[in-house]
């Protein structure tokens, strides 16, 4: 252990060359020999070389891989509460981030309790949030930059407003510091941030699926009732206009008033309303859904001769999608947009590339918007500007539009070309999209099992995989990946996956479960069916009133098709073990369901037994040597069957008067055998030859009259017997 560490630390500490590749051991040796021999009696120090402060940290990181059997880091606790569904683990996360928000609450409730800085230097990110400020505090201008930096807006206005009264000088950059905050935060204090379980566990998979939809954007937030931003409109969504956008629809009121925007104040406040002041109001409008007065901004600086920054254009761009509902006149906007800076010299961003190509892909699926997007990334290219994760994803969203409909590859092809091998880098905030999207289209659009592995691949490389940032990523990109590898690789490569990923790195929802079960029962991996049912309980499977009797339904059915014939004492085993397993978590008794209901608190057993489940766990039990536990699951459908959707099927029966002959218990016998002939069981009549062929056994007088009756019936039977379903 000693030594490993020591060698992890000689590798942090080893020189490296001027590419910052590792100088070998054999160049540094013959470089101290030479060393040596030029002066002998001198030591020479070696120069010092800059490292970055986490390098020892990278250097002990880079010996570590992912390892699948552990949990995630969010979920290291006591081995019995790691949770494994995926609801366990949306629960968990947001318990935690709960905890957060009650520590942060008594951080801002009693910070004079808690302010305490022993750190050298100090770290204000780790001390409680500053609420208050001594009444003698001096209003100037470092006491507002004081109050911007712990983001409250109104102090810091409000220290502005003391110190103009005092007469304290306050310098413009200070000023625009402050309107541009203002514009941020909407004329409002900082909000506080989410914990990272909550965005991990909160955030959606609406907008993950393949239907794009445009952001819904918040209204700039009035400060009082009937107050206005800056602009005196108010914005009101309402429902979306034909495609996919969310229209905006912008009305002005005569009765706002105006005198409350901390933004419009400091606007006028401003001696120079210089393009920078401009630039930051019109972003900050389109940032809180104001598009068409940040439009209005924009033909004011126009007017102005003022020249708006790449930020700027790239806010107009994106506001496009809510300012012009027809499509082609969306382009023409655009074009215009890219015009003017080209004029005024402003050189284009990535994220204006990526806001064009956001609008791309509402538009049309055309070829023409195809090709324009890949203009778009041409002229990124010859700018030297490397398309982000974001900007790929919106190329595949234009070319892929639709689920379901077959593609050409090509696109992709490129696409996974273009970054396999490389480490990515965060660049814009949608890039955790990417490989959601991508396997999406993949399973939906293409159906191809190389490029899935391709795409893996890909996520594996280095620190990649953390671009699955969220809950929603990670289920919607493995769900796809397994939809893919069950419909065209092979049974052994998907069961090793299976065992790779899933519950810690993944934990399949019942569609997939659904999918998984079916492949099982294609391939007959016996062997997987006790693997199967302790997934189905692991993943919650059993709480929800419909897919509880699915699963069940469909792992029994499975088990009936794969036990008949001989089967290893082994395998008889482990499935009586399911079948006590499967009354354990759903008990057959409605006052037990709604004991153990009561006494859990949580929908775990809600299920609704049919009588064909009952058949197929009662012959289950018969197969695995389990007589005692079938005649259980008899006692509790025979004196309520009527109440059962269905019948048992026949060899079910059949098969337990049979197991009661061999038992010579002709009393139990008779009693399954008047259930089939109530039933109008096809196989009553074999089973009463069965009984009768048996001269050993002492049949009473009523017994014998049942026997006779059975045996005598020629014709079908008039009672109508009720289909056998199946809740699969």
């Not at 800056?230 to 002005?252: E, I, K, M, N």
């Amino acid at each position: 252990m000693f030594a490993r560490r020591a060698s992890l630390f000689a590798l942090a500490l080893r020189p490296h060359g001027p590419q910052g590749r590792m100088v070998s051991n054999a160049s540094n040796s013959k470089q101290t020999a030479k060393t040596a021999q030029s002066s002998p009696d001198k030591i020479q120090i070696p120069n010092k070389i800059e490292r970055s402060p986490t390098a020892i940290l990278e250097a002990i990181a880079s010996t570590i891989r992912k390892d699948h059997s552990a949990p995630d880091y969010m979920f290291a606790d006591d081995p019995y509460l790691i949770p494994t569904s995926s609801l366990q683990k949306r629960s968990y996360a947001l318990a935690k981030a709960s905890g957060k928000r009650a520590a942060r609450h008594f951080l801002a409730k009693y910070p004079n309790l808690l302010f305490k800085d022993n750190a050298d230097p100090s770290i204000p990110a780790y001390l409680p949030p500053k609420t208050t400020w001594p009444e003698t505090m001096e209003p100037n201008e470092a006491a507002i930059f004081d109050c911007m930096q712990w983001g409250k807006l109104d102090k810091a206005y409000e220290t502005y407003v003391k110190a103009k009264q005092e007469g304290a000088r306050v310098s413009e950059e200070c000023k625009l510091a402050l309107f541009e905050l203002a514009c941020f935060f909407n004329s409002s204090d900082m909000e506080e941030e989410e914990p990272l379980e909550e965005k991990w566990a909160k955030k959606g998979v609406e907008d993950l699926k393949g239907k794009r939809r445009v952001q819904s954007a918040n209204a700039w937030k009035r400060r009082v009732p009937l107050a206005s931003c800056a602009s005196g409109l108010v914005v009101q969504p309402h429902g979306r206009q034909p495609a996919d956008v969310h229209a905006l629809r912008v009305v002005t009121d005569s009765a706002v008033d105006r005198s409350n925007s901390i933004a419009d104040k400091m606007l006028e406040e401003l001696a120079d309303k210089s393009e920078r002041a401009y630039c930051s109001l019109l972003k900050g409008l389109v940032k809180h859904g104001n598009y068409d007065q940040a439009v209005q901004v924009y033909r004011k600086m126009r007017d102005a001769k003022l020249v708006p920054d790449s930020q700027a254009y790239a806010a107009l761009i994106g506001a496009v999608l809510y300012t012009q509902s027809e499509r082609e006149e969306r382009v023409n906007v655009i074009t215009g947009y890219l015009k003017e800076m080209s004029k005024h010299g402003v050189a284009p961003t990535l994220e204006v590339f990526n806001q064009f190509l956001r609008v791309l892909s509402f538009g049309p699926k055309t070829n023409k918007y195809q090709n324009m997007a890949l203009s778009v990334l041409r002229e990124m290219k010859k700018l030297h500007i490397e398309p982000s994760l974001t900007s790929w994803t919106q190329l595949l969203l234009i070319f892929y539009p639709i689920d379901g409909k077959e593609y050409n590859s090509s696109v992709m092809r490129t696409v996974l070309s273009e970054l396999t091998g490389k480490e990515l880098e965060w660049r814009h905030p949608e890039d955790a999209e990417f490989f959601p999207i991508a396997m999406r289209k993949i399973a939906a659009c293409l159906n191809d099992v190389d490029l899935a592995y391709e795409l893996d691949a890909l996520l594996n490389h280095g620190n990649n995989a953390a671009m699955l940032s969220s809950f929603a990523h990670v289920s919607l990109y493995y769900t796809n990946l397994f939809d893919v590898l069950m419909e065209l690789e092979t049974f052994d490569k998907v069961v090793a996956l299976w065992e790779q990923l899933v519950p810690n790195t993944y934990s399949p929802n019942r569609f997939t479960m659904k999918n998984f079960i079916d492949l099982v029962d294609r391939c007959g991996a016996v062997q997987l069916i006790p693997r199967l049912w302790s997934d189905v309980v692991s993943f919650d499977g059993l709480s929800r009133a419909t897919d509880g009797p699915m699963m069940v339904d469909r792992l029994l059915a499975i088990m009936i098709k794969h036990t008949e014939g001989d089967l290893a004492d082994e395998w008889k085993s482990k499935f009586a073990e399911i079948v006590v397993g499967v009354q354990t978590r759903c008990p057959l008794v409605a006052e037990e369901q709604n004991d153990r209901r009561e006494s859990r608190g949580r929908a775990l057993n809600r299920m609704e037994w049919t009588a064909p489940m009952l058949g197929n766990l009662l012959l289950i039990a018969l197969r695995c040597n389990g007589f005692d536990e079938a005649w259980k699951i008899f006692e509790v459908f025979s004196p309520k069957r009527a109440s059962f959707v269905g019948s048992p099927s026949g060899r079910s029966l059949a098969a337990l008067v049979a197991a009661c002959v061999d038992r010579e218990d002709v009393g139990k016998a008779t009693s399954v055998l008047e259930a089939m002939d109530d039933l109008a069981v096809e196989e009553a009549k074999s089973s009463a030859q069965l009984l009768r062929g048996r001269a050993d056994l002492a049949l009473q007088e009523g017994q014998r009259a049942l026997i006779d009756r059975i045996l005598a019936r020629k014709d079908k039977p008039v009672k109508i017997r009720i289909a056998e379903t199946s809740l699969y």
